[in-house]
């Protein structure tokens, strides 16, 4: 069964260093998301991609943060200069298609930690 | 204001009873959609069970299924014959019709734990 598969799984940094987090999405879908959970707490949005551009962003996703696709199976997400408070878990998710009961897929992850 | 609340910070049943978990809903939109998803110890996070706002009957998925009450804007998980590997976060999160791509806004999370 296809899957969203993420790398690294668990990634650790010291604050103000750049990080990427990568994701490959499911090879079908056309919209792909970035998610962030903070230990404990509940599941944030942070960003939404679709035809090769930003569609909606949170107030979470400031200029610190960007995303790209850098070729037809890669999704990244990097922080340029990373915070103690970025340490969380990242997620990514895909879908198929925009229609409303389309599920969205996640990976499984990446734990970012920042010293 | 919350767009999704979930009210039940821990939710403790025995193998093979019933459980509902509650989640509660604000929007303005008539067109959204209503999601459980399943978070266990290990990280990963699992669709459950969908429900339309225009979806006449509640949605079922084997032993899941939601109790949608559009007029109270509730959406309950309920989950029948609870088992040991049903012990994990559970988040509620809705989708409303916004721009392409919208997003998922989710709940707090209940914690289910399950014993037996």
């Known amino acids: 069964e296809p899957e969203v598969t993420q790398t690294p799984s668990h990634q650790v940094t010291q604050m103000g260093q750049e990080v990427i987090l990568r994701c490959v999405p499911i090879s079908n879908h056309l919209y792909f998301y970035w998610y962030r959970q903070i230990l404990g707490q509940k599941v944030e949005f942070l960003v939404s991609f679709y035809n090769n551009e930003i569609s909606e962003k949170s107030e979470i996703f400031d200029d610190q943060f960007s995303v790209e696709r850098p070729d037809g199976s890669n999704f990244t997400l990097k922080i340029r200069s990373t915070k103690l408070e970025d340490s969380a878990m990242y997620f990514c998710a895909s879908r198929l298609q925009r229609e409303m009961y389309n599920e969205q897929f996640f990976g499984p992850g990446t734990r970012l930690t920042v010293l | 204001a919350q767009k999704i609340t979930q009210t039940q910070p821990g939710m403790f049943v025995q193998e093979k009873e019933a459980v509902t978990l509650d989640c509660t809903y604000d929007?303005?939109?008539?067109?959204?959609?209503l999601f459980w998803y399943k978070q266990p110890s290990s990280g990963e996070m699992i669709f459950l069970i969908y429900q339309g706002s225009y979806d006449e009957q509640n949605a079922t998925e084997g032993r899941y299924s939601l109790n949608f009450q559009k007029a109270r804007k509730s959406a309950n998980l309920v989950i029948s014959a609870s088992q040991l590997g049903d012990s994990a976060m559970y988040f509620c999160a809705m989708r409303e019709v916004r721009v392409a791509g919208t997003a998922l806004i989710f709940g707090k999370g209940t914690t289910l734990s399950v014993s037996s």
């Open positions: 929007t303005s939109d008539q067109s959204y959609g």
